[in-house]
């Protein structure tokens, strides 16, 4: 039996319009205005965490305010978050097929709500978010947990994600990898990719 282990933000939720609207927003109230192209690029080859801490280190704002900022904006916006084109109907023919679903993302408490107000939540066994406390990505702990707890067969798990990171947390935790990468993507392959795949369609 097969596994589905899906990342969010990129993946299965188009919102990093979102996400870099409050991330400028909070880079802006420290004084530094960085164009909507950089942070994207920024945000999508290493992390949000990792642009945050950039802008704290070009200002004299802190990380935790920054991130503090940050979370008010982006929580505003929330209702904004819509699927991925061909989201649903992916979750659908491969749970048809015998699939199971999971999540695990870095997003937090706004994980639930945005899938259960999408008409998705249903789909997933588990959906292990920031909130677990597991490190963040490329540690592969966070799929560890839902192999262990769910005696999934890495053989036969998939992690799907939008970044290298999220091929690198698969390679981790030792199961498959799938990089979701359009053709305008900022993200580079990393050469651990078991597939590669324009949209997710195509899975």
């Given at each position: 039996?097969?596994?589905?282990?899906?990342?969010?933000?990129?993946?299965l939720?188009?919102?990093?319009?979102?996400?870099?609207?409050?991330?400028?927003?909070?880079?802006?109230?420290?004084?530094?205005?960085?164009?909507?192209?950089?942070?994207?690029?920024?945000?999508k080859?290493?992390?949000?965490?990792?642009?945050?801490?950039?802008?704290?280190?070009?200002?004299?704002?802190?990380?935790?305010?920054?991130?503090e900022?940050?979370?008010?904006?982006?929580?505003?916006?929330?209702?904004?978050?819509?699927?991925m084109?061909?989201?649903?109907?992916?979750?659908?023919?491969?749970?048809?097929s015998?699939?199971?679903?999971?999540?695990?993302?870095?997003?937090?408490?706004?994980?639930?709500?945005?899938?259960?107000?999408?008409?998705?939540?249903?789909?997933?066994?588990e959906?292990?978010?920031?909130?677990?406390?597991?490190?963040?990505?490329?540690?592969?702990?966070?799929?560890?947990?839902?192999?262990?707890?769910?005696?999934?067969?890495?053989?036969?798990?998939w992690?799907?994600?939008d970044?290298?990171?999220?091929?690198?947390?698969?390679?981790?935790?030792?199961?498959?990898?799938?990089?979701?990468?359009?053709?305008?993507?900022?993200?580079?392959?990393?050469?651990?990719?078991?597939?590669?795949?324009?949209?997710?369609?195509?899975?």
């Amino acid at each position: 039996m097969s596994a589905y282990i899906w990342d969010l933000d990129g993946t299965l939720l188009d919102s990093y319009n979102v996400i870099i609207r409050a991330a400028m927003q909070a880079a802006a109230e420290a004084g530094i205005h960085d164009s909507a192209e950089d942070v994207l690029k920024k945000v999508k080859r290493a992390s949000l965490t990792a642009y945050l801490k950039d802008v704290s280190e070009r200002s004299h704002s802190t990380y935790e305010n920054l991130n503090e900022d940050y979370r008010r904006y982006t929580h505003s916006l929330d209702e904004e978050i819509c699927l991925m084109p061909h989201a649903k109907e992916v979750l659908e023919r491969l749970q048809k097929s015998g699939a199971e679903h999971y999540v695990f993302t870095h997003r937090g408490a706004s994980s639930q709500p945005i899938l259960q107000r999408l008409g998705i939540l249903d789909f997933f066994r588990e959906v292990v978010t920031a909130e677990y406390g597991f490190p963040s990505k490329p540690s592969g702990d966070g799929l560890r947990y839902l192999l262990e707890k769910y005696g999934l067969d890495p053989k036969t798990t998939w992690y799907i994600g939008d970044r290298s990171m999220d091929v690198l947390c698969a390679k981790d935790a030792g199961v498959r990898a799938v990089l979701l990468l359009p053709e305008d993507s900022w993200v580079l392959p990393t050469g651990k990719e078991d597939r590669l795949i324009p949209d997710l369609g195509a899975l």
